[in-house]
């Protein structure tokens, strides 16, 4: 027997130190559609609850918007279910490259190449562009699929202070013998919400000739005057050298994803990204819903600018109830707490109260900046943010923690 009495208790032994560490990561099960009013159940055998949803990354609230659904269904109909083979076999539709196109003019760019997902547009992209001659230079708090998509890679790496400017022109200076630079960005950095300096990015790699990365996967049909994403938010449009991101956020929220940018960087990625070479593409059914989620938010701001007033008025209304939050702009809303323990049991508490929410801790912030995260949909109605509020101030009236600094939380609970 090859799986050995050994290897077992080895892997139930690391599961058993995941949960004495308190970081086992527990599913629920939801019982109906994503959207704002979800059904849920938790724990495990527990009857559903309705809850209303906040932690979503369904920005538009287009998962399951009726016209998405629908064009799902014609897609299903008239393109069929599989493609069973990869795009460069017979695994290319006419619909995907409409995809493509349609996603080049949103987002500006020269040309656009479909990924099964925007983790596979990482694991593949930064391999094609860069060798052992050149140099990536990251953001520390870059994604974990750009972290393992530098790793396929050969080029040398650099890293510079989150969002640190004076870091990042150190780092290029560093790097100046190299062939190609490449600057890597997320463009908003999923736990805080704040935006990556991309007007000052873009300066400094021209004066140091270097190219530039944006992961815009939390910012891709809703950052920005038109929703182009945080290129239009920081005045880059036509600056940025390659963009990745998913149509899994706010995009409609199956799954998918792409690389954006210099038209001959998106034709050698055709020849030789290995997710793109060795894997399927989004199947027919989601390419359709997709490129109709575009066709939706090209013809009007409405979603994104009932987001953005969503953000605001949550915003305000949590500071003016007294809550520490993380200053910015956009619809992640970091509730600080510090204490771990503190964010789990409000998280836990508000559930009981309807509002689906959920604390993060070390490891996945840093230690003592334990945090509830909320994210703000334009799915959510007015009535649905006040209901939200309200749960808030009476838990953290339980918790005394109203107008309280972050000193004070500290003292009461401890780090
Ligand atoms: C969510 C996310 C991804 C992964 O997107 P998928 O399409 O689900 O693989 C990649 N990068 C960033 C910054 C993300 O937030």
New binding site residues.
Partial sequence: MAYSNKARGFFANELTGIREAGTFKEERFIESPQAANIKVEFPAGSPPKEVLNFCA?NYLGLSSHPEVVTAAHDGLKERGYGMSSVRFICGTQDIHRELEEKLTKFLGTEDTILFP????A?AGVFDVVLGKEDAMIADRLV?A??VDGMRLCKAQLFNYKHSNMEHLEEKLKESQDCRFRLVIT?GVF?MDGDVAKLDEICNLAEKYDAMVLV?D??ATGFMGKTGRGTHEHCGVLGRIDII?T????ALGGA???CVSGRKEIVDLCRQRARPYLFSNTVPPVIVAAASKVLDIISKTTDRRDKLEANTVFFREKMTAAGFDIKEGVHPIVPIMLYNAKLAQDMARDLYNEGIYVIGFSFPVVPKGQARIRVQISAGHEQAHIERAIAAFTKIGEKYKILGKKKNEIIDMYGL
């Fill in positions: 990354n997902s925007c983790m596979d990482n994604h699929s750009i997320d999923s992961d996967s939390h990745t998913t149509m899994g956020k799954s998918g994803g």
